[in-house]
């Protein structure tokens, strides 16, 4: 079931991106009650944290700091009766590198979710510009974290399914009628369930925090 609404958030996601180019080209830009969709597409860095069913094994072994590339892509649309508010659909990726521990251990953490997101622009005079608060929640999200230990030919494989709420603080730049740069810090906490080699069904948490960059279009 799980994977079903992944599937259908994330091709929603794709024909919406689609089709915000064949909606009307009114700019972000422009003020209250002109109703308008556009893409937002944000690449950065994550680090994560790792929480329960995860800490344990990174603290005995002593591991470096996970973190990698933090990407986004999401549509967005902002209704007319509804300042300041904006509502899309958005898909989120995280690729990092091997985190070392003692040994010769490494570990490898990725994720990656489809859910829904806002903004909302407190201080705009037209909505859409400025500093705004952005919450995401990502009600299908996976991920994988790959283990070994080199020396002794040790692997391990693990892969869950959960959800995870996103929280961040953004700040978006017109460039034209058309175009904006934005930036964001984000911060996120997931609850996954799955299955471990030779444990069984475990729940594990995490945190990430990240700094993206990206283009509004």
Same mark, same amino acid.
């Given at each position: 079931?799980?994977?079903?609404?992944?599937?259908?958030?994330?091709?929603?996601?794709?024909?919406?991106?689609?089709?915000?180019?064949?909606?009307?080209?009114?700019s972000?830009?422009?003020?209250?009650?002109?109703?308008?969709?556009y893409?937002?597409?944000k690449?950065?860095?994550?680090?994560?944290?790792?929480? /329960?069913?995860?800490? /344990?094994?990174?603290?005995?072994?002593?591991?470096?700091?996970?973190?990698?590339?933090?990407?986004?892509?999401a549509?967005?649309?902002?209704?007319?009766p509804i300042?300041?508010?904006?509502?899309?659909?958005?898909?989120?990726?995280?690729?990092?590198?091997?985190?070392?521990? /003692?040994?010769?251990?490494?570990?490898?953490?990725?994720?990656w979710?489809?859910?829904?997101?806002?903004?909302?622009?407190?201080?705009?005079?037209?909505?859409?510009d400025?500093?705004?608060? &952005?919450?995401?929640?990502?009600?299908?999200?996976?991920?994988?974290?790959?283990?070994?230990?080199?020396?002794?030919?040790?692997? /391990?494989?693990?892969?869950?399914?959960?959800?995870?709420?996103?929280?961040?603080?953004?700040?978006?730049?017109?460039?034209?009628?058309?175009?904006?740069?934005?930036?964001?810090?984000?911060?996120?906490?997931?609850?996954?369930r799955?299955?471990?080699?030779?444990?069984?069904?475990?729940?594990f948490?995490?945190?990430?925090f990240?700094? &993206?960059?990206?283009?509004v279009?």
């Open positions: 079931m799980g994977r079903f609404l992944l599937l259908l958030v994330s091709s929603a996601l794709m024909a919406a991106v689609c089709a915000f180019g064949q909606s009307s080209t009114t972000t830009a422009e003020g209250s009650g002109n109703g308008f969709t893409g937002e597409l690449v950065g860095y994550g680090v994560t944290q790792f929480g /329960d069913g995860l800490s /344990d094994r990174y603290e005995a072994g002593n591991f470096s700091t996970s973190g990698g590339i933090l990407s986004s892509i549509a967005y649309r902002k209704f007319d300042d300041h508010f904006h509502f899309g659909l958005k898909f989120k990726a995280h690729g990092a590198m091997p985190s070392n521990g /003692d040994n010769n251990q490494e570990m490898f953490f990725n994720f979710g489809a859910g829904i997101s806002t903004k909302y622009f407190p201080f705009s005079a037209t909505g859409s400025g500093l705004y608060l &952005q919450g995401d929640y990502f009600f299908t999200t996976q991920f994988t974290q790959k283990y070994r230990r080199t020396e002794v030919k040790e692997f /391990d494989h693990q892969f869950a399914i959960g959800s995870a709420l996103t929280l961040g603080l953004g700040y978006q730049y017109q460039l034209s009628n058309r175009y904006a740069l934005v930036a964001t810090v984000e911060y996120d906490w997931a609850s996954r799955g299955e471990v080699q030779g444990i069984g069904d475990v729940t948490q995490n945190s990430n990240g700094v &993206q960059l990206g283009l279009f």
